[in-house]
């Protein structure tokens, strides 16, 4: 319950409220790419805008909180692991979003205790990444369908659901395309998910180690590794 639950102006400002590009660099050391989309750039799936992400407004941020009758600031609490990077990542955030109308509290939790907590609902906000998968179906449907496996915001929408689902009957990769290019403009909208960033992973080898396989979920195959001698 509550504003940033129920109103989507609310998500909207507190997405205007953060930089990607500074998250990136003072967090990550310009290692990762900025994202708002669940589907990467480098994806044969990838639609023209998914990844043209909002650039940060706190002005325009504090503007809809108050369209929306929020008292300023906004306190929220930001559930994060307990990690290091995640401290940083939440404190660029709670940094940024108090200039965009926001007083975010940061909670760091316990991994496994913070899981429990979200897939009860006892959160208002939580800070999670995902490893990805190849088909973006295994990155959308879980999350954005009302019935997904992970949708812990419970947000549900029937013209999204029904995007999706079509979306796992085409075999024709531009119908696909079509039909997620509609799902991730629908789901930028609802917000739901605020995605801020996507994990770049450098894997290095010996010259002398054949048969490595990468492939874009970021694991790493050697079932047919070899070493070259000599």
């Known amino acids: 319950e509550g504003p940033l639950a129920n109103d989507p102006r609310v998500r909207k400002a507190l997405e205007l409220s953060i930089d990607r590009d ?6 990550f050391n310009g290692l990762f790419q900025v994202s708002c989309s669940p589907i990467s750039a480098d994806s044969p799936f990838a639609t023209p805008g998914g990844e043209q992400c909002a650039k940060r407004d706190p002005a325009e941020a504090k503007r809809l909180l108050g369209e929306a009758g929020v008292k300023i600031p906004l306190r929220i609490e930001l559930i994060t692991d307990n990690s290091p990077i995640a401290a940083r990542l ?45 088909d973006p179906d295994g990155n959308i449907s879980n999350f954005h369908l009302s019935t997904g496996s992970q949708n812990i915001s419970r947000a549900g929408d029937k013209q999204i659901d029904d995007l999706i689902n079509q979306a796992r009957t085409v075999n024709d990769l531009e119908q696909r395309k079509q039909l997620y290019e509609q799902v991730i403009k629908a789901v930028q909208e609802r917000r739901n998910l605020i995605y801020l960033y996507r994990v770049r992973n450098f894997i290095g080898a010996s010259r002398k180690v054949t048969g490595v396989q990468l492939f874009p979920d970021a694991l790493i195959r050697v079932a047919f590794a070899g070493y070259v001698t000599g």
């Open 22 to 27: 500074t998250i990136n660099q003072v967090v």
């Open 90 to 134: 939440g404190q660029a955030i709670q940094s940024m979003a108090k200039e965009g109308g926001f007083d975010v509290k940061l909670k760091p939790t316990e991994f496994s205790t913070a899981l429990d907590e979200t897939d009860a609902g006892k959160f208002q906000a939580f800070q999670i990444g995902w490893s990805g998968r190849v």
